[in-house]
């Protein structure tokens, strides 16, 4: 048993777990580094009524490992780190709040960069900013690159299109019918993009502002009035771009498409349901490598914001992708298992010249 262990969750393999608390504004966060090899730690902030603080514990670990992994395939210098503030974003964000939290990055000297994340937005980076300089994701106005869900949604594009080429043999979506779960930040960018590439899109949205702006924006696009019912249509790709655990037990036994490429991060529920998908012949591209977008653009803006180079960056998610699913096919193993050996093998060969002396 780990340092921590919550739900099978364990830490032992984290740099460092930090735990942050400031009673007068009410912050509660947990900042995880998974790892440094490559790079300071960088992930964003995610604000979520978590239903305990084993749950934010749990949540903070896996999305920072993520990261190491995500940051390692966009070929990024940085590790992988992730924070969650614990509440309801609604009632108890604050400037306050934010600038406490933005204390605590600080006293990390560097170890950890934030940005966005769920339930926080690129204003809230600003404020953050007013703490500590260990922060990206922010505005335009205080030289920042702005929302980064359009280069998340260009990328799952990107991951996407080379998912089509390896299994029916075409680099694009025209075509084909792509079903989106989550009509959010990432999901009405890359509905753009499909329908700008001739595919048909069936979504849905448990958020009521959502289904009205795809109606008033994209009336082509049909809607369905749940998760349940998108997954059970005819659909050639699954987009998950809501929240993690999307690809279940009982999901992936009904789910009608060939392909699996979506913004969300940690779509697998747990261990075993890439095997399922293969069993089933669904081709998962896995989530880390194809939504790697939005981190290549806000670790564009550390070293000065360019968004043409940040979007060339982020298209080259195509070729990664390819790569992984060639290999996968190689090697006899699921996508998710050649993009991890692809992921550490980077960790390992680049993390180690850290070890040679300078002087």
Same mark, same amino acid.
């Given at each position: #048993?780990?340092?921590?262990?919550? +739900? ?13 608390? +400031? ?19 960088? &992930?964003?902030?995610?604000?979520? =009524?978590?239903?305990? $603080? ?6 903070? /670990? ?7 992994? @995500? ?26 709040? /934010? ?8 006293? /990390? ?16 980076? +600003? ?13 335009? $106005? ?41 009509? &959010? @930040? ?58 993690? &655990? ?8 009904? /789910? ?14 747990? =261990?075993?349901?890439? @095997? ?26 550390? $070293?000065?914001?360019?968004? $043409? ?9 195509? +070729? ?26 980077? #960790? ?12």
């Amino acid at each position: #048993m780990g340092v921590f262990d919550t +739900d099978g969750t364990d830490a032992s393999g984290h740099e460092q777990v930090v735990f942050c608390q +400031d009673r007068q504004t009410g912050l509660k966060a947990i900042i995880g580094i998974y790892s440094t090899a490559l790079g300071p730690a960088l &992930g964003g902030t995610r604000f979520y =009524p978590y239903p305990s $603080e084993e749950a934010a514990l749990a949540d903070v /670990l896996k999305l920072s490992r993520g990261m190491a992994y @995500k940051n390692a395939l966009a070929g990024l210098d940085h590790g992988g780190g992730k924070a969650v503030i614990w509440g309801d974003p609604a009632l108890a964000k604050s400037e306050a709040l /934010l600038r406490a939290y933005g204390r605590f990055v600080e006293s /990390l000297s560097g170890r950890y960069y934030t940005a966005c994340d769920v339930g926080t937005y690129v204003l809230d980076m +600003d404020v953050v900013a007013r703490e500590t300089g260990y922060v990206t994701g922010r505005s335009v $106005e205080h030289g920042g690159a702005g929302d980064s869900s359009i280069l998340t949604a260009w990328g799952v594009f990107q991951g996407m299109r080379a998912a089509a080429e390896h299994a029916w043999g075409s680099p694009t979506l025209s075509g084909r019918t792509v079903g989106i779960a989550g009509l &959010g @930040k990432v999901g009405k960018y890359l509905a753009g993009h499909l329908l700008s590439d001739g595919a048909e899109v069936i979504a849905t949205d448990v958020n009521e502002a959502a289904l009205a702006w795809a109606r008033a924006t994209h009336p082509q696009i049909r809607l369905v009035p749940d998760t349940a019912a998108l997954i059970t249509s005819d659909i050639d790709v699954y987009a998950p771009c809501a929240l993690g &655990g999307a690809l279940d037990d009982d999901t992936v036994q009904v /789910l009608r498409a060939t392909v699996v490429a979506g913004g969300a991060n940690n779509q697998l529920a747990h =261990p075993g349901i890439e @095997k399922t998908l293969a069993e089933r012949g669904i081709l998962y591209t896995p989530d880390y490598v194809v939504n790697a977008g939005g981190v290549i653009q806000v670790a564009d803006e550390i $070293e000065g914001f360019n968004f $043409e180079r940040a979007k060339l960056r982020a298209t080259g998610i195509f +070729d990664t992708t390819g790569r992984i699913l060639a290999l996968a096919d190689e090697e006899g193993v699921s996508p998710a298992v050649a993009a991890d050996r692809l992921a550490e093998q980077r #960790m390992a060969e680049v993390g180690r010249l850290r070890s040679i002396y300078l002087g």
